[in-house]
């Protein structure tokens, strides 16, 4: 059975920071990229915020870069996502998505991070 356990998150101060972390168990971690997305309300579109590939590449939203940092430790098959100089906007739900192809992609179950102004 696949499982992506989130931790972290919770309320943070504007300017403040946070890290998230998201563990993987039932795939080879190693193989898959890893990508974390939030959400701001159970209408809205989840948006791409940072990306890892197997190989450490990583990308980023504008909105976040420069302030947000995504790296994994493939022998611990966790995910991190080193969230700085938070600011009020930043206020979403937060998603880890392991994905190998389209089909083959498994979700966690999503941390509210609160930035208050």
């Known amino acids: 059975q696949v499982q992506l356990v989130q931790s972290g998150g919770g309320l943070v101060h504007s300017g403040g920071s946070m890290n998230l972390s998201c563990a993987v168990s039932?795939?080879?971690?190693?193989?898959?990229?890893m990508h974390w997305y939030r959400q701001e309300g159970p209408w809205n579109k989840r948006e791409l915020v940072a990306?890892?590939?197997?190989?450490?590449?990583?990308t980023y939203a504008d909105s976040v870069k420069g302030r947000f940092t995504i790296y994994r430790d493939n022998a611990r098959s966790t995910g991190y996502l080193q969230m700085r100089s938070l600011k009020p906007e930043d206020t979403a739900v937060y998603f880890c998505?392991?994905?190998?192809?389209?089909?083959?992609?498994?979700w966690g179950q999503g941390t509210q991070v609160t930035v208050s102004s």
């Open positions: 998505n392991a994905i190998l192809t389209s089909p083959l992609q498994y």
């Open positions: 990306s890892i590939t197997p190989d450490s590449t990583t």
């Open positions: 039932g795939i080879t971690f190693s193989i898959y990229a």
